[in-house]
């Protein structure tokens, strides 16, 4: 049996080919499910980086940047929602295949054979297209994809606009991989199928010429996101655009593709972009000092998102909870300031001031532990001006 710690290092050029899905069965088929890398969580560093290369390629070759700062933000907050539930317990998405391959399994295929990965492969992406197409065809299940569709932009940041609740109607379909396929190969398939899909999300790669008439492209998946009459209900796939091409859902693109819904949210709030559903693409009437300022504050966020996922075997369940309280907070707060909310500047205010509470009790810190005054010194000027900025908004209209 292999080392259960050895199996999370990854190395760079995994972590790059894995954003692909150009990895070999041999490097990545464990034994059980406890070896499994959490590849997604040590693609972020690549999601960043990626996102930060299309917006300089988009700046020289359009020489404007490939989406709205305040769109994007909101993008990766979703995204960000969308994964804080794994802190607590395993996704539904595993619990119920292990759950059926424990109880039900007709045979056991072996989990170190090149066919098995190869087969995995395949019956991963076929579950991902048909589960991708209910969720655009059945409204229960639209109401939760509906969440990644929102964006009125189409770059990068737009994969990562996830639903929180898609996962627990997207296991359904496949199950029946459980009948036979080990937990442990499932997990890695689940999990480049995801990542493959972050790449297909630009503008910026037109067309990939004979690739496109087997694989997913960002010029196929452009089709998918679009609201043109064309588009609506096209173009399903996940890594292979064989499903579509067989079951009649293919869609190439031709005229300009417009994104989003076809009844727009017009809103940059975390929670009403997840359960809500003009042609005039929805902007921030945010000054730029202040997008400047939930920039910082974002960026803070994520950092210390991502130290959380890092040292939640270390965390007791108060801090974790506190903590993910915290972030929902900051989300929220940033998603009221980009909309302009009139309660605003009072929730602002009093997210600083849970930040110094929660630092004080010991539940929160920075990254760099020297910079803990720094922060708070910081938190508290934003505490003072935000506070002076709702005292103001209360006194010349204590009704809004």
């Known amino acids: 049996m292999k080392n259960p710690e050895a199996q999370q290092d990854v190395s760079v050029s995994q972590r790059i080919r894995m954003m692909f899905y150009v990895m070999k069965p041999s490097e990545t088929s464990f034994q059980t499910l406890e070896e499994v890398p959490d590849y997604v969580r040590k693609a972020t560093p690549f999601f960043i980086s990626l996102m930060l290369l299309e917006l300089v390629v988009s700046w020289i070759r359009k020489g404007k940047p490939p989406g709205g700062l305040d769109d994007a933000l909101t993008s990766v907050s979703a995204g960000i929602v969308s994964r804080l539930p ?39 992406d076929f579950g991902y297209y048909w589960f991708h197409r209910m969720a655009h065809e059945v409204n229960i299940m639209w109401a939760g994809h509906q969440t990644h569709h929102s964006s009125e932009g189409y770059n990068l940041s737009t994969a990562l606009r996830q639903s929180v609740l898609q996962i627990y109607t997207s296991w359904i379909f496949y199950s029946p991989l459980a009948l036979f396929i080990p937990p442990s190969v499932y997990a890695v398939h689940l999990q480049f199928n995801l990542l493959y899909q972050f790449w297909i999300h630009t503008e910026v790669i037109e067309n990939l010429g004979p690739l496109e008439l087997i694989l997913n492209t960002p010029s196929h998946h452009r089709v998918h996101h679009g609201r043109n009459r064309y588009c609506i209900d096209k173009n399903f796939a996940g890594t292979l655009i064989i499903w579509d091409r067989i079951f009649g859902t293919f869609e190439a693109e ?45 960026t803070l966020i994520l950092a210390f998102y991502e130290e959380t996922f890092a040292d939640k075997s270390v965390l007791s369940q108060v801090s974790l909870l506190l903590r993910v309280c915290f972030i929902i907070l900051t989300l929220t707060s940033i998603g009221f300031l980009l909309d302009q909310r009139p309660k605003a500047a009072v929730l602002e205010t009093f997210r600083c001031l849970v930040f110094l509470v929660l630092c004080r009790a010991g539940h929160l810190k920075p990254c760099i532990s020297s ?21 103001k908004q209360l006194v010349s209209d204590p009704w809004r």
Request: aromatic share 22%; proline share 5%; glycine share 4%.
């Open 254 to 298: 031709n005229e300009k593709v417009v994104y989003g819904l076809t009844h727009p949210i017009n809103t940059f709030e975390p929670f009403k972009v997840q359960v809500e559903g003009k042609e005039v693409p929805f902007t921030s009437s945010a000054s730029q000092l202040l997008k400047i300022y939930v920039l910082v504050q974002f």
């Open 371 to 391: 910079w803990s005054f720094a922060f708070e010194i910081f938190f508290s000027i934003c505490i003072a001006f935000w506070g002076v900025r709702s005292v």
């Open 86 to 124: 794994r802190l607590f317990c395993r996704s539904i998405e595993l619990t119920s295949y292990v759950y059926i391959w424990e109880n039900y399994r007709l045979i056991s295929l072996p989990w170190d054979s090149p066919w098995t990965w190869y087969l995995t492969f395949l019956g991963v």
